[in-house]
C-alpha cells in the first residue's frame, strides 16, 4: 500500500496508524533520506543538499536505500509506504520491479489539503522540530515541486483503479477514521508466508517469498556485477532495434501530455529531432557505459530549448517535457527487461543501475537545457524589450507607424479601447524586485477589471512602470479593482481616461503621467489609486506650479490656512459646491447634522471674505487644488488660528 501527499498533509502520521492498524510495517522514505543526510556519508551529504534546495533526490539513491527495506518488510508480511514513489519514473520503476518480484501494488491512498492549510502546518513543525529544511522559500518550492512532479501520478493511479482519496484539512484522527472507513472494503490481512491484498469477494493477490529470498539475503544490491552490465546492454540493444516506435511513442506522449508544445506548431519538427537524439544518446550510452560527464547534450535539443525561450514558452514546460519523456521511455526500457531471463538479485540490479543511467542523463541534458534556455531568454527578452520599448516611443511622439507590425512587436492590440496606467512603489528599494511586483500587481488589477488580455508593461526606471489595460471594445474601466486587487501597501497607481486606438494610446497615457504629479505633488501618503477624471483641473493647473500657489492663497484668502479648523470648512465647502448647494445633501453625504453643515459654509464664506456667488468657479477649483495638493498649495496657520476656540472645536 502507498501513501501520496504534499508535504504537511500528515502522511507520516497517518501511516504509522494505518500500519498499526494493519499489522505491516510503515516505510517513511523521507526517514530514511533524512537518517542517511545525518550520518553524513557522501550519499547523505547529496541527500542533504536536495533537501536544503527542496528538490527531489536523484532516483538511484532513493532505490538504493529502499529497495532493501521495502523487500525485507515484504517479506515479513506487508507494509505501507509513504513518500515515494515521486515521479512517474519511479513509480513505472517501482512497478516493473514489483511485476518481477511478484509484488503488487493494489491501494494508494492519496491524502489531499490546500496549500495555505500545508504551508502553516510545515512552519509550525519547523518551529516545533528544528527542521532546517522547512523555511518558508523552501516549503513553497516542495509545494511546487509536488505539484508538478508527484501531482500526475493521481491520474497514473486513478487510471489504474486503486486510488483512493481522503481530506487531509481535519484533525488527526478525523482523517484517520476516513480512511479506515474508505478502506473498509478492502481485505488487507497478513497470512502466514503472503501478503493477501484485494476487495471482499475477490482473488487476493500472494506475494511469494520465494521470489524476495535472494535478495534479502544480500540487501547491498550489486549493480556493478558484470552480469549486471551485460545485462543493461543486451536490454539497450534490444530497445535499439525498436528505436523507431520507442521515438515516435516518446514524441507523441509529450506532445498529448504538454499542450503548450502541442501548439507551437513551428517547432514540432525540432521536437521530434530533440525526442530522438536524446533516445539515442541514452540508448548508447547505456549499451557502451558512456561516462555521462563527457556527453555534450545533442545540438538538436539545444536549440529546441532556445526555440522554446525565444517564442516564451515557460522553462517548466521544457522541463515537465523531459520528466515526460524520462517516463515513457523507462517503461519501454523496464518493459524489456521483464523479456529477459534472470535471477531477481540481477534483476533489482539492473533495474536500478538502469533508472541510475537514465535519471543521470536526464539531469544532466536538463542542466545544459536550462543553461541554454536562460541564456538565450536574457538575450531575447533585452532584444524584445528594447524593440518594444522603441515601438512605444514611436506610438507617444504620435510618428506615423505600421499599426500592424506595431502590434507584433508589442504582443498587445492597438485598435481598441484602453487605459493608460502609471504605478510606482512609494518605498521602493531600487531593484529589480520591485519591477517584479509592480508587474505582478498590474496584472493584478487587469484581472480584477476584467481586462481582455494581458496589459502592456513597461518598466519606467527601478521603481515605476507604464502600463495600459486593454478593454477589448468596452469603453468603460472602474478604477475600484486597484483596491480590490491583492497587492502590497506601497504600490499606487494613476490611470488616464479611457481612450480608443493609437491616438487614444497616447491620450490616455498622458492623462495617467497627469494624475501621477496630482499624487505625488500632495506628498506623503499618496492614495493607491488616482484618476484622471478626479484631478484633471488640478493636473492642468500643475503645469504651472510657481502660480498655482499665490492664485489658490488669493481665492481662497483665510480659508487657505493649513489647520485641522479649516481643513475641516474647506472640505463642507467643497460638497456643498460640489451638490450644488443643498445643505441637505451635503449633510448625507459628511453624515453631519444639517445646522453644521450650515455653521461650517458660513465661517467658510466668512474666511474667504466675500460672498460664494462671487468667482465661485474659482472657489471650487481652488478647493480640489487643496484636497488634492495639501499643505504645498496651502499659508501656514498663525499663533491667532491656532488659539481660536473655534479652531479647536468647529
Known amino acids: 500500500m502507498l501513501l501520496l501527499a504534499p508535504p504537511g498533509a500528515g502522511k507520516g502520521t497517518q501511516g504509522e496508524r494505518l500500519a498499526a492498524w494493519l499489522g505491516v510495517r510503515h516505510i517513511a522514505a523521507g526517514d530514511l533520506l533524512r537518517a542517511e543526510a545525518q550520518a553524513g556519508t557522501a550519499r547523505g551529504r547529496e541527500i542533504a543538499a536536495c533537501q536544503a534546495r527542496g ?27 509513504d513518500g515515494f514513489p515521486r515521479t512517474l519514473a519511479q513509480a513505472t520503476a517501482a512497478a516493473e520491479l514489483g511485476t518481477r518480484l511478484d509484488v503488487t501494488l493494489q491501494v494508494v491512498v492519496s491524502l489531499s489539503a490546500p496549500e495555505a492549510v500545508l504551508t502553516k502546518r510545515l512552519l509550525a513543525r519547523a518551529g516545533q522540530e ?20 508527484t501531482g500526475p501520478l493521481i491520474a497514473y493511479y486513478q487510471d489504474r483503479g486503486i486510488l483512493v482519496t481522503v481530506d487531509a484539512d481535519q484533525p488527526p484522527d478525523a482523517v ?36 524476495l529470498a535472494g535478495v534479502c539475503e544480500n540487501p547491498q544490491v550489486d549493480m556493478d556485477r558484470p552480469a549486471v552490465a551485460e545485462l543493461m546492454s543486451e536490454v539497450a540493444a534490444a530497445v535499439t532495434r525498436r528505436v523507431d516506435v520507442v521515438r515516435e511513442d516518446v514524441y507523441e506522449t509529450i506532445v498529448r501530455e504538454i499542450p503548450q508544445l502541442r501548439d507551437d506548431k513551428p517547432v514540432l519538427a525540432l521536437l521530434a529531432s530533440s525526442v530522438d537524439s536524446n533516445v539515442d544518446t541514452c540508448l548508447q550510452i547505456m549499451q557502451h557505459r558512456i561516462d555521462l560527464s563527457a556527453v555534450p547534450a545533442p545540438a538538436a535539443a539545444v536549440e529546441y530549448a532556445r526555440r522554446l525561450a525565444q517564442r516564451g514558452t515557460p522553462l517548466t514546460a521544457l522541463l515537465r517535457a523531459y520528466r515526460v519523456g524520462h517516463a515513457c521511455f523507462t517503461d519501454w526500457v523496464l518493459k524489456e527487461l521483464a523479456q529477459h531471463p534472470a535471477d531477481a538479485e540481477t534483476v533489482s540490479a539492473a533495474t536500478l543501475s538502469m533508472s541510475r ?16 534556455y536562460g541564456q538565450e531568454r536574457e538575450i531575447w527578452l533585452r532584444n524584445r524589450s528594447a524593440a518594444r520599448a522603441a515601438r512605444i516611443r514611436n506610438l507617444l511622439s504620435g510618428e506615423r507607424i505600421d499599426v500592424s507590425a506595431a502590434e507584433v512587436t508589442l504582443g498587445y492590440r492597438l485598435r481598441q479601447y484602453h487605459v493608460g496606467v502609471v504605478c510606482w512603489a512609494g518605498d521602493a528599494a531600487g531593484t529589480t524586485e520591485e ?27 527601478e521603481s515605476s512602470a507604464w502600463a495600459w489595460l486593454p478593454l477589448g471594445g468596452r469603453d468603460e474601466f472602474d478604477a475600484a479593482a486597484a483596491d480590490k486587487a491583492e497587492m502590497d501597501d506601497d504600490i499606487h497607481f494613476a490611470f488616464g481616461d479611457v481612450a480608443k486606438g493609437t491616438k487614444g494610446f497616447r491620450v490616455t497615457h498622458q492623462q495617467a503621467i497627469a494624475a501621477q504629479a496630482v499624487a505625488l505633488a500632495a506628498g506623503s501618503p499618496a492614495p493607491r489609486a488616482v484618476t484622471f477624471s478626479q484631478v484633471a483641473p488640478v493636473a492642468m493647473m500643475l503645469t504651472s506650479r510657481e502660480l498655482l500657489r499665490p492664485w489658490v492663497l488669493s481665492t481662497l484668502a483665510g480659508l487657505a490656512t493649513d489647520d485641522e479648523h479649516h481643513a475641516r ?3 463642507t465647502l467643497l460638497v456643498f459646491l460640489h451638490s450644488g448647494g ?13 445646522n453644521t453643515v450650515q455653521y461650517r459654509v458660513r465661517k467658510a464664506q466668512e474666511s474667504i471674505g466675500r460672498p460664494l456667488g462671487d468667482n465661485r468657479g474659482d472657489i471650487e477649483l481652488a478647493l480640489r487644488a487643496t484636497h488634492w495638493l495639501g499643505s504645498s498649495v496651502l499659508g501656514p496657520a ?4 491656532a488659539e481660536s476656540p473655534r479652531a479647536r472645536s468647529g
Open 55 to 81: 528538490d527531489l533526490v536523484p532516483d538511484q539513491i532513493v532505490f538504493g536505500l529502499l529497495i532493501p527495506v521495502v523487500v525485507e518488510a515484504a517479506a515479513r508480511g506487508g507494509y505501507i509506504l
Open 130 to 149: 528544528g527542521r532546517a529544511d522547512d523555511t518558508a522559500d523552501v516549503i513553497r518550492h516542495r509545494l511546487q515541486v509536488f505539484t508538478e512532479t
Open 176 to 211: 484517520t477514521a476516513e480512511i479506515q472507513d474508505r478502506l473498509s472494503g478492502l481485505s488487507l490481512a497478513p497470512q502466514g508466508g503472503l501478503v493477501r491484498l484485494g476487495r471482499t469477494g475477490s482473488r487476493p493477490v500472494s506475494l511469494p517469498l520465494r521470489n
Open 357 to 372: 543511467v537514465v535519471a543521470g542523463y536526464i539531469d544532466h541534458i536538463s542542466e545544459q537545457m536550462v543553461e541554454a
Open 435 to 461: 519591477i517584479t511586483r509592480l508587474e505582478r500587481a498590474t496584472s493584478h488589477v487587469a484581472g480584477e477589471a476584467g481586462c481582455h488580455g494581458d496589459p502592456l508593461f513597461l518598466p519606467r526606471d
Open 569 to 571: 470648512l474647506r472640505e
Open 582 to 594: 443643498s445643505y441637505k445633501t451635503t449633510a448625507e453625504r459628511l453624515m453631519l447634522h444639517k
Open 638 to 641: 498663525t499663533a491667532s488660528d
